[in-house]
């Protein structure tokens, strides 16, 4: 079944290896610059010094230089990679079977169904988490002095960033391995498995912006300009750390009322939107696994 | 039970059922074939031929009934069912993108009794480069590599399913006098679906033939023959004082031609013992076919052919 698998999916791996090797090789680029301009800002320096209360300077000079750019691209790519690759991998597995009429060719051998489909499940899943993986690796790895000055609990360092670039790879496969099972056309499972997986995306864009189920109001206590100063724009945050995300400061006498998604929510958030991908991912090769079981009746 | 070895059937279905929805695909379905024969399996789209071989290799279960494969009753999703079992699907398909050599791998990894010496001496044989990819070769070459593959499996029943349906005439001859040649070569039992009639004639030597679900012919090619007469007789003549019971009958301005399911030895009775003008001659192995697909509610199963499912 491994050679059986590979043969079959060798096109995939390949494209799959592909945009992996533009990204890194982008990514890769994109890091070093980043890394000889946060120098050059010398905020590094600054942040050693003063933990980040004297940098607003420097960091919003950084800011500036990085996201206009093309960090921006890169998070568009990252925001549909997962979608399209894990689409273009699991509407075939099924759907490219029933439409040719290879299935009878398939599971009629001497391995039945249930064991081959769940055979090429497990080796096509661990390569998606590989793959997955790598990606994530290379980003995290380019995009750490970003991380070091700015907001990771959405995106674009929340999708491409912890566990749920990967799962949300899986999610958008077992979605289209389920559509090419019930379509049986792989174009159409590719479609549908791409937009039903949008649906899930949508809900883990609101996780990290309007519905963040993370979110802390708290008061603090100020005075003279820096109670006057205070805006959700201070650099660095009225919290002092420079990972959270303040989404509104209202002054109350000597007080500020704070309203932020404190940087500590990045890995429960991860879990929280990696889990529900993973989970629609899941469910939905199960569904595919046992339809495919039940279809003799 | 002590049946010996060759006695046990290489296929037998006990009354066979199989329902889709509110409608039976096919229904009450008994036979035996022995092993070693070439069994034609005849009937009008939709009679069910399809739903037959599905649940022969497991690709379906069946609502009711059973098959049995060599003694083992056929079971969906099991391996040791497919391992008794080599299936040609219609339009034989392959993956296209694959070179001949990547099916035989394909062959190999997914059947533990892989013949890989005959698969290779096959296409040798037939002049088709293994580097070749399926879809750069001509249908006759992708029948062959299909039919190849099929051999190569080492399963002793094969199950043709309309295999030579997209085939030129001589392609048609040459896969059909190789499928001819492997049974004879290795025992092996082979079944073949088809809609030629006059191509299953040259071929086989046991007959099955289906309509709306229904079996409504079954037995070995010989005695369905020497079972079926085509009498001539003046057109007063009725029915039931003929030999045996009629199948088909087709009236002329004043004589009747009747072909009957009726024992040799009754039709000649009958011709000995009736009026002058009665004759009688062999029935002809597409007319009883085809009398018998025109007359859905008939049924003629041969003693041969389900003579052990009463013991």
Redesign the interface.
């Known amino acids: 079944m491994i050679w059986v698998t590979w043969r079959q999916h060798r096109p995939q791996a390949t494209t799959a290896l592909g945009v992996f090797v533009v990204i890194a090789v982008y990514t890769l680029i994109l890091g070093v610059w980043m890394r000889s301009t946060f120098d050059s800002d010398s905020i590094g320096a600054c942040l050693a010094r003063s933990g980040g209360a004297d940098c607003g300077g420097a960091i919003a000079s950084f800011m500036h230089s990085v996201q206009g750019g093309p960090a921006v691209l890169v998070n568009l790519v990252l925001l549909v990679v997962p979608g399209i690759l894990g689409a273009t991998v699991g509407a075939p597995l099924l759907g490219q079977e029933l439409e040719r009429g290879t299935w009878q060719l398939a599971w009629s051998q001497t391995v039945p169904r249930t064991r081959w489909l769940v055979a090429k499940l497990g080796l096509v899943i661990a390569a998606l988490i590989v793959f997955g993986a790598a990606v994530t690796a290379v980003v995290a790895w380019s995009w750490s002095p970003l991380d070091q000055v700015s907001v990771r609990t959405q995106p674009p360092q929340f999708v491409a960033e912890g566990v749920a670039f990967t799962c949300s790879v899986l999610c958008a496969f077992g979605l289209a391995l389920l559509a090419g099972l019930l379509l049986r056309n792989t174009i159409g499972a590719m479609v549908a498995g791409y937009f039903a997986w949008e649906v899930f995306l949508g809900v883990s864009l609101l996780l990290t912006g309007p519905l963040q189920p993370f979110t802390i109001t708290k008061t603090i206590p100020c005075a003279g300009a820096a109670c006057t100063a205070a805006s959700t724009n201070s650099v660095p945050p009225v919290t002092g750390n420079l990972g959270d995300l303040v989404n509104s400061v209202t002054r109350a006498g000597g007080h500020l009322v704070v309203n932020y998604v404190p940087a500590s929510a990045f890995w429960p958030l991860q879990f929280v939107v990696g889990g529900i991908f993973l989970a629609v991912g899941l469910a939905a090769a199960g569904a595919a696994v046992w339809l495919l079981h039940r279809k003799t009746t | 039970m002590t049946h010996e070895v060759g006695r046990v059937p290489a296929l037998r279905a006990d009354r066979l059922g199989k329902r889709y929805g509110n409608v039976w695909g096919l229904r009450d379905c008994s036979f035996e074939v022995p092993p070693g024969s070439i069994v034609g399996l005849v009937g009008p789209n939709g009679a069910g031929k399809t739903t037959l071989l599905a649940l022969t ?5 069946p609502t009711e009934g059973q098959v049995a494969l060599f003694g083992e009753r056929s079971r ?4 040791a069912t ?2 008794r ?3 040609l ?3 034989h ?6 070179t001949v050599a ?1 099916m035989f ?3 190999r ?5 892989w013949d890989a010496a005959l698969a290779e001496a096959r296409v040798a044989a037939l002049d088709i480069p293994l580097k070749r990819k399926v879809k750069s070769l001509s249908g006759g070459q992708q029948a062959q590599v ?1 039919l190849t ?1 099929a051999l190569a ?1 080492r399963a002793p029943l094969l199950l043709l399913d309309e295999p030579v349906a997209s085939l030129d005439p001589l392609a048609r001859l040459d896969f059909m006098r190789d499928v001819v040649a492997a049974s004879a070569e290795s025992g092996l039992t082979v079944l073949i679906a088809s809609h030629v009639i006059a191509e299953l004639e040259r071929l086989c030597d046991w007959l099955l033939v289906l309509n709306g679900g229904r079996l409504q012919l079954a037995g070995a090619v010989d005695d369905l023959l020497a079972g079926h007469a085509v009498l001539t007789v003046p057109r007063d003549a009725g029915n039931g004082s003929l030999p045996g019971r009629v199948i088909e009958r087709t009236d002329s301005d004043r004589h009747s031609t009747v072909l009957v399911s009726a024992p040799a030895g009754a039709v000649a009775a009958a011709i000995a013992a009736g009026p002058p003008d009665w004759a009688a001659e062999p029935a002809g192995f597409e007319p009883v076919v085809l009398a018998y697909l025109r007359r859905p509610r008939v049924a003629t199963v041969a003693a041969g052919a389900t003579g052990t499912a009463a013991a």
């Open positions: 290799v497991g690709l379906l279960a969906a999703q099991s391996a497919l391992a079992v080599s299936y699907a219609q339009d398909p392959l993956y296209r993108g694959f990547d791998r394909f062959g990894s997914l059947n533990p009794n299909a593959m499996k």
